[in-house]
């Protein structure tokens, strides 16, 4: 190797150590060196050994300061911290659905980005928009945006599914079904097993139309009596059980349409599926996650 060739081999790689060192000594985001290094492959975070990469992880940044801007919005002095949350969650959501082979396809994610394209009126419109509040282009807008949400939606979805990781709560929700088939009040039951912010008040929801209330809800709640209760009806992320406490029927004069329609007054005990939140949560106490950078 001749000596030019190794002064300049020496100086590419003292160029490259003084980014290293720029790069996770300087505080996340700051100065020149990290413009410089969201060009180059450094990880900024890992999680159970996946990287986050620093040049994803700036663009990220750069996007939201951009938002904050155009909306005439304060940073906040915990961006960093926040943003770098929001990347390790997608990361174990990732990891999660290789583990339990959920997919999110390219057409799932074209799907939702032509969904939210569909209220500028049209692509051009949208990514004009996109740009003017992110500083990104519709890739960059799928990549941070879209495929995060689609992603969590799918996995979100498998969980609720997944009678399995469900059985502890079904076993709940039949136990309280039980003792109500075996003469227990149901008010004492609502404050013994209820996860619903109604619970305090012994479940009360209030008067319903059919139109006012959930789908799966309408079979029971519009033919029970007063009294009665309902058999465990499965919603996508709940158990529930109702009480129909009063009836009131609707009206309607010959030849005419409905004038008042039927309404009940119903109670509820509720127990909430496993959710997303906390899958992800256990998954991530049992995980090795780190960030490399200073923030």
Known sequence: MSQKTSKAVLTLLTAGILLTLMAYTQMFGKGNAARVSAFLPFPAASVNGRWVMYRTAFQRYEGLKTFYASEGKEIGEDL??????????????????????????????????????????????????????????????????????????????????????????????????????????FDGLVLEYSEDATSVFNGDVGWMTETEMPEAWRGAALHLDAGETSPVLEERDRFVILRVDEREEGSEEEGKELDRPLRVNLSVLIINKVSLSEVVRDFAEESNMKVWVRL
């Open 80 to 185: 960093e911290e926040r943003m770098f949350e929001s990347l390790l969650r997608e990361q174990l959501i990732r990891q999660l659905m290789a583990e339990r082979g959920v997919f999110a396809s390219e057409e799932d994610r074209l799907e939702a980005l032509r969904a939210v394209q569909d209220q500028s009126g049209s692509r051009e419109a949208f990514a004009s928009k996109v740009k003017e509040m992110y500083g990104w282009n519709l890739r960059q807008f799928e990549r941070h945006v879209v495929r995060p949400f689609v992603e969590a939606r799918s996995l979100e979805e498998a969980i609720f599914k997944d009678r399995e990781r469900q059985l502890e709560k079904r076993v709940r929700m039949d136990e309280a079904f039980g003792k109500l088939e075996g003469g227990a009040a």
